[in-house]
Each structure stands twice: as structure tokens, then as C-alpha cells.
């Protein structure tokens, strides 16, 4: 119902008396003004007064804890007195009008100016993504639990200390009782010093940086002093809280509400699809072990094995020989009349061994312990080491006779034993 004058991009206005300014938001929506803001500046050679104006009358039409805050704020906060103030409006926002109350007669230029990328809402934003999707390792960390209970002894310091005599309580509901009270009272004293940072900044500097100083140092040591969270109810608590603080962040980052819950419901998603993903996973792992062709792996057999192994390879085949000769189907007079001594073969057929004693007696004769062929063989090696070495031959023969003598000595039946 005011005669205010309407702000719009790129305005610049002088005047001397009082007035009014409205910005009215414009209700199209467009993808480029995610992260845009409208920055409204007003600076005077004198002091003048700056005056929020509410378009609701009352606080009992208010829908939300923070529209009550706001409205609680321009009843109970004082107008900012000053030379100079900025305004920074959200695109899509509410409509924002104020009043310019000069003490004196003089000029006051009013400026408004878009900043395309604001700088606090994108960090805010990527702050919110990065606290979300990290929010169960942070919780667990000891260096973020010590930050966290100074940020929160800083900006509520009355939940903070009403977390800290939580033991002194006795009954549950009255704490939960005190605990909402303490945050409603936190919400409120967080929206003053929000709307009225810069003033209090150039006016009450060494007072705010002392109040920064003294509460966070009492913070670190309340937090050390108790220690981190141990149980997995605390953690799982504290997780919690981080990613309903990480959906404020992300909702406060962007100026499109649509987009912020966008973005919450596929955050949202993706941690809900974690776990059918591993899932999935863990199958197509385990069915891709299933149908890999598995690589052969030869076993290398030692002496004993390879002997036995020969020894019962060749039973079997005599008994397989056997069997097959005894069959009907075996042509005995063809092999009689081919074989040379066809009497031995029946025997064989008939279990007798394939080898005669005579023949196991030569073999080892010629090639068991002290035969011929091992001679030969010790005789060509020891011959071999002589032509690649003939520097020690003479050293060698003398150690030769000299074990001769010994063993002709020791030894004097080992020639006929041989």
C-alpha cells in the first residue's frame, strides 16, 4: 500500500527526502541466474537510517521458523544507522522493499547492479554437494569433530552449552524441551547477525573478533576435554546432522528452489543406489570368476614321484595288455605265428612277468650301481673337467693316487668286490 519506487538492473538514483524502494522478482526462470545475485548499494555523505519494510502486518501469517525469525527481526531490531549499506537479493527470491530515512538534507545515490556469479552462493552449493557426499568419513574424524563443536559453539552457543550439561539433565523430555528453545533462540540471533553483519563489522569490530576469540578457544577445550565420539549411535547421530546441515547448504546455494531439490533427491539417490550398485557388482564379479577359463598349472614331479608314477603307469598298461589279449575279439593265431617264443607270451598273458629274471639280472649288470654304462659315463664327465681345466689336472691326479692308496689300504678286497 506504500508509493515506492520501483528498483530495477543497472538503476542509479539521487535523491535528497525520504522514500521508499521496492525490487519486484521477476517469476521466469532461467538456468544462467542460478548463482546470480542483485546487489543494491546506497551511500550518502550523511547519516541516514535504514529501514527493512515488511509486506506482511503481522507475525502470525508466517509460514516458516525463519519467515517468524525475519519478521521478528524488523520488529525487535533497531534500523541500521550509517553513511553506507549494501543489499544483496537472491534471484527468484521475495520481493524486497526498504525505506531511506536521511537525518539531514543531502543527497543519497541509490545503485543496482547484477553480479552474474556471486561467489557465497557457489560455495555454499559445492560446500553442501562435498559435506553430503563425505558425511560418514567427516563424522568419524577427529580434526572435523573439533572444528564442528567450535563452528556450532560460535554460531549457537546455547544449543552448545545445553549439549555440554546434557548429563545433568535427568529426564529426556525436558532436555528435548530446552533443546528446541535453544535452537529456535539460535536461529534468531544467526538471522540478526546476518542481516546486520556489516554493521556490526565497522562498528563493533574488536568486540565481535573478541567474542570469535574467547568462545571458540572455550569450544576446543569443552570438545578435547570430553573427548570424540566412540559409539556407532553417536556417529551415526552425527552423520545424520551433517547431511540435514549439507541439504540447508545446498537449498541456500542456489536462488532456483527447484534446483535445489533436484539436486537433494538425486544426492538422495545416488546414496540409496550405492548399495544395490555393490551388489550388482559383487555378482557380475563372481560370475565372471565363474565362466573365466582357468589357466593350467603344471606341478613339476620330483625323483621318488616320477618313479612311482612310472612303476604304476606300467602295471596298469600290462594289466590293460593283458585283458585285451584274453578278450575274444584279440587275433591269437595271427600274433602265435609272429611271435618268436610263443610259449613266454602265454605265460605272460597267463600273469607270469614280463621279464625274465636272466634279463633283470643283465640289466642291472649293465646299468645298475658299478656297471659299465656308469663307468663310461663317470669316465667321459671326468675327462670333460680335464680339457676345460688343464691348470689343476696335475693337483687332480695327485689327489686321485693319493685316494687310490687309501682306498687300496682301507679297502684291499674293493677291486674283486667290483
Known sequence: GRNCSLLQEMDVIEKQDENCYCYVQNRTIHLQYLWSTLQIKVNSREKFRFEPLSEKSNCRNSETVFEFAACAVQIFWKPETCTETFVSIKQYGEDVCFKIQPFKIGPYTVKVKREMLDGKLLFLFVAGIFLFHFANALSRSTKFFYLSGIILGVLALLV?????????????????????????????????????????????????????????????????HHGPLTSELSITLFSWTLQLTAFVLIYCGVTIPQVAYAVIAASLCSKGLGYPLGAVCHIAR??????????????????????????????????????????????????????????????????????????AKAHDEEYGIGSSFLEEQLFETRAQSEQDDPANAIHEDDEEDEDETHRRISFPYATELL
Open 160 to 224: 552448545f552449552v545445553l549439549l555440554t550439561l546434557k548429563r545433568f539433565i535427568p529426564r529426556h523430555s525436558t532436555f528435548w524441551i530446552l533443546m528446541s528453545g535453544c535452537w529456535i533462540a539460535s536461529l534468531y540471533f544467526i538471522y540478526c547477525f546476518k542481516e546486520n553483519m556489516q554493521w556490526l563489522w565497522s562498528e563493533h569490530r574488536n568486540y565481535l573478533l573478541g567474542y570469535f576469540l574467547a568462545v571458540g578457544i572455550a569450544s576446543f577445550a569443552t570438545c578435547y
Open 286 to 359: 563372481k560370475m565372471k570368476t565363474c565362466f573365466k577359463s582357468k589357466k593350467l598349472v603344471f606341478k613339476y614331479l620330483t625323483e621318488e614321484e616320477y618313479r612311482e608314477q612310472g612303476e604304476t603307469e606300467t602295471l596298469r598298461a600290462l594289466e590293460e595288455l593283458r585283458s585285451f589279449c584274453r578278450s575274444p575279439d584279440f587275433p591269437s593265431w595271427v600274433a602265435v605265428s609272429r611271435l618268436q617264443f610263443p610259449h613266454r607270451f602265454a605265460g605272460f598273458i597267463l600273469g607270469s612277468p614280463h621279464v625274465s629274471p636272466a634279463e
